[in-house]
């Protein structure tokens, strides 16, 4: 055992380990129960095991509309932190300028930031008499302030500013470990700057774009505050769904279940992202 | 014709001159090294000339046309680089497809001429692999294969050997060679290692802190160096500063602090009293027995320090005048090693004293 301990590396690895398994997993499986027993309202969770909460969830149209919401968001804002993240991670992974740290300060300052702070940002930018609005109706490009808050478009613009550092600091460390000899070898044998683009650099870069993907991902669809802020009270995704329902409707059991099937979800896509790693490093 | 022309090339990276007003001109199926310490220029020239880097000023003619300005990938060049750079997301057959794709080859043309790279650098059977999968040399290997296989103008090669061992690297000297001639494909060569660019040149390029110092032969350039820094920087040799003596048939320098030696030649236009800088190569200086042989220039000396390297031994020699001088010679089969302190006779012919204008004085000359 001890020998075990030393050679896999697991002995350094365990007071960590210790700190995560009573932290997190420990709550976790004390909440697992509690998603399969009954809510009686008024007179609080019952002892009797039941599958209804599950039931009810995957079952209800409401409840489905805000898990496809959710995890829609999740791609969009991938889609869209990867479209603006990688030609700025690209820029800063290769630029020579003296400015460079500089400008990698700039890209994570936004993290040094409180969160409810860089939200309530957009919600002045955002609302119906937000700088957006006032500046279009003076504009008079439109006549009644467009409504960009309290819907999807609020939370992706949202979301997809306040995850984008992620993305650029996860492609910037693939990127640069690209070397520049490959891309110039590529453009001396006759590739264009676009095709050095297309048939080198991103195929070399998919594995950072796998990561940050994830990432982004499971932060969006776990985001709470912004969503709350950005959304309203009416227009939900599953954690403010789960925060209503454990904290406001005191439905406990029902939360407990909404938490578990997001948890399913992410889990699902971590191992599902691992083997397609694994997949391309076999297949390089 | 010339395959490739080089005038008044420049660059500088902001105060630091790299390059400063270099020409070349390089004949086909020519093999001109770039010979330099590091940072002398060598691989900005080629870089330049592969347009990976953008010159300040100068042309760059490829054939008949003008290059300097044009992407890379409009040159029709293939560099090779030490560091290799294959793909590694790609297996050795589109490694070396790649550049024919990018020509729009047809697909049958492109296997047929991959195969044919591929068997002349010996890797035939190998196609499959990925690069990671390869020995540095055989990663080598493909690396000329891929720039070599769209049939390029002209073939570059950055250090392509520095890489790899001793052992490996004297097999791909001459495996390189032997395929640049069998492809009769003009070349240009950049590393900083002397005995590499000597044995595999036509012509050789001296560079020093970004300026041209001398183009030659390899036998020119190693016998009749042009400057004290070609002439020191060719072999393990003594270099002393010195002043001339007297002029005439047989014209001789004294050596600061030292004896007089008689030279085959001086430059033109040096005047008696004028400073100069000698130099005389470790093998060119004998140790002699007793009075036997005739050279220009013999002088007793005492032996410091005798070291054994192999196939030679390395000698320190005292002069009575206290100047030390550093000789190679080869040993004889079951001579008997000499030993510090024996005193014996130094012999310099003539031939082998190489004067030239102290560097000061250079461009005087």
Same mark, same amino acid.
């Given at each position: 055992m001890r020998r075990w301990l030393d050679r896999s590396g697991f002995g350094l690895l365990s007071a960590p380990l210790l700190v995560l398994l009573c932290v997190f997993v420990a709550p976790l499986l004390v909440l697992l129960?509690?998603?399969?027993?009954?809510?009686?309202?008024?007179?609080?969770?019952?002892?009797?095991?039941?599958?209804?909460?599950?039931a009810q969830i995957l079952g209800d149209g409401f409840y489905l509309e805000i898990i496809a919401r959710t995890l829609g968001l999740g791609l969009i804002v991938v889609a869209a932190t990867l479209l603006v993240g990688y030609p700025l991670a690209y820029f800063l992974a290769r630029t020579r300028s003296r400015l460079r740290p500089w400008l990698i300060i700039l890209v994570i300052f936004p993290l040094l930031l409180n969160? %409810?702070?860089?939200?309530?940002?957009?919600? %002045?930018?955002?609302?119906n008499h937000g700088l957006v609005n006032?500046?279009?109706?003076?504009?008079?490009?439109?006549?009644?302030?467009?409504?960009?808050?309290?819907?999807?478009?609020?939370?992706?613009?949202?979301?997809?500013?306040?995850?984008?550092?992620?993305?650029?600091?996860v492609l910037i460390g693939t990127i640069q470990n690209i070397p520049r000899d490959v891309e110039d070898a590529a453009r001396t044998l006759g590739a264009s700057r676009w095709t050095v683009l297309r048939e080198v650099t991103l195929p070399l870069s998919l594995p950072g774009i796998l990561s940050g993907s994830i990432l982004v991902f499971v932060l969006t669809i776990s985001a709470l505050v912004t969503p709350r802020l950005l959304g309203g009270p009416t227009y939900q995704v599953m954690s403010t769904l789960i925060y209503d329902e454990f904290l406001k409707i005191l439905n406990w059991p029902r939360g407990a279940a909404m938490a578990f099937i997001l948890t399913a979800i992410v889990l699902l896509l971590v191992w599902a992202s691992g083997r397609l790693a694994r997949r391309w490093a076999s297949v390089r | 014709m010339a395959t490739l022309q080089i005038a008044g090339l420049s660059k500088r990276f902001g105060d630091f001159v790299a390059v400063d007003d270099f020409a070349l001109a390089v004949a086909h199926g020519e093999f001109v090294s770039l010979l330099g310490p590091s940072g002398c220029g060598k691989s900005t020239i080629l870089r330049m000339i592969a347009g990976l880097i953008e010159p300040d000023a100068g042309s760059i003619r490829l054939g008949e046309e003008?290059?300097?300005?044009?992407?890379?990938?409009?040159?029709?060049?293939g560099l090779v680089f030490q560091s290799y750079a294959l793909f590694p997301h790609m297996s050795v057959f589109e490694n070396v497809a790649f550049g024919l794709r990018r020509r729009r080859v047809a697909e049958a043309t492109i296997a047929e001429r991959v195969a044919d790279a591929l068997a002349l650098v010996r890797l035939t059977g190998l196609e499959r692999r990925l690069p990671r999968e390869l020995s540095g040399g055989q990663q080598q290997r493909v690396a000329l294969a891929r720039a070599i296989a769209p049939r390029p103008a002209l073939l570059l090669l950055d250090e392509p050997l520095s890489n790899l061992d001793a052992k490996l690297r004297d097999v791909m000297r001459l495996e390189l060679r032997r395929l640049q001639q069998e492809l009769r494909i003009t070349t240009v060569f950049v590393t900083h290692d002397q005995e590499e660019a000597l044995t595999m040149s036509d012509r050789i390029? %001296?560079?020093?802190?970004?300026?041209?110092?001398?183009?030659?032969?390899?036998?020119?350039?190693?016998?009749h160096p042009a400057t004290p820094f070609v002439a020191e920087f060719f072999g393990r040799s003594n270099a002393f500063d010195a002043t001339v003596a007297a002029l005439?048939?047989?014209?001789?320098?004294?050596?600061a602090g030292g004896p007089t030696l008689t030279a085959a030649q001086l430059p033109a236009g040096l005047a008696v009293g004028a400073p100069v800088r000698v130099t005389i190569r470790q093998e060119s200086v004998a140790l002699v027995e007793g009075a036997a042989g005739g050279a220009d220039n013999r002088f007793a000396a005492s032996l410091v320090l005798a070291s054994f390297a192999g196939r030679d031994q390395q000698f320190v020699l005292?002069?009575?005048?206290?100047?030390?001088?550093?000789?190679?010679?080869?040993?004889?089969r079951g001579e008997a090693p000499l030993e510090p302190g024996l005193a014996v006779e130094v012999a310099i012919a003539c031939e082998d004293v190489i004067v030239m204008p102290a560097a000061g004085a250079a461009g005087a000359a």
């Open positions: 129960p509690t998603s399969f027993h009954p809510y009686q309202p008024g007179r609080g969770i019952g002892t009797a095991w039941t599958l209804t909460n599950y969160l %409810v702070v860089r939200s309530f940002g957009w919600i %002045v930018l955002l609302s006032d500046l279009l109706i003076a504009l008079q490009l439109i006549e009644r302030p467009l409504k960009l808050m309290f819907n999807f478009t609020g939370l992706l613009v949202g979301l997809s500013h306040i995850f984008l550092p992620f993305m650029v600091l | 003008e290059v300097a300005w044009q992407p890379p990938h409009r040159r029709n060049i390029c %001296v560079l020093s802190h970004g300026v041209l110092q001398q183009v030659g032969t390899p036998r020119e350039i190693y016998s005439g048939p047989r014209p001789t320098v004294t050596l005292r002069l009575p005048e206290g100047i030390e001088l550093t000789a190679e010679a080869r040993i004889g």
